[in-house]
């Protein structure tokens, strides 16, 4: 995977905007992003009682990190109901699939960045 392989499912340059162009900031918050994904998939089930709430943490999650389609579907299904669960899980897919391409490139630009 690399930066070519970005579907446009997360605004990298809002998020690289909003993190003052620190990438140890993004790194750290992509991170934080992908472990709580791994908890907020279980959460997306109708059959769970708490998964209003699992939508609404990740709908703000999201939005913080410039994956506004993710935020977007999150926001049907808060409204519309446990029907749009498999849009949320769509988006969260592609949003970390994102994540995942835009980490392989800049761990490719670090190797190509001159040692001090």
Same mark, same amino acid.
């Given at each position: ?6 579907? =446009? ?5 809002? !998020?690289? &905007?909003?993190? %003052?162009? /620190? @990438?140890?900031? @993004? &790194? ?6 992908? &472990?709580?994904?791994? @908890?907020?998939?279980a ?14 943490? @990740?709908? =703000?999650?999201?939005?913080?990190? =410039?994956?506004? #389609? !993710?935020?977007?579907?999150? #926001?049907?299904? &808060?409204?519309? =109901?446990?029907?749009?669960?498999? %849009?949320?899980? /769509?988006? !969260?897919?592609? #949003?970390?699939?994102?994540?995942? #391409? ?8 670090? !190797?190509?960045?001159p040692?001090?």
């Amino acid at each position: 995977m690399a930066r070519r392989d970005l579907t =446009g499912a997360v605004d990298f340059d809002y !998020l690289e &905007e909003f993190a %003052a162009g /620190d @990438i140890q900031v @993004i &790194e750290e918050v992509l991170a934080l992003f992908r &472990e709580q994904a791994a @908890i907020w998939s279980a959460m997306l089930d109708p059959g769970f009682d708490g998964w209003r709430d699992a939508v609404h943490t @990740i709908k =703000g999650s999201a939005r913080g990190v =410039g994956a506004f #389609a !993710l935020g977007e579907a999150c #926001a049907q299904a &808060e409204s519309l =109901g446990a029907a749009h669960l498999d %849009a949320v899980r /769509d988006a !969260l897919n592609a #949003a970390l699939a994102d994540v995942a #391409a835009y980490a392989h490139e800049q761990a490719l630009q670090s !190797l190509k960045s001159p040692r001090d």
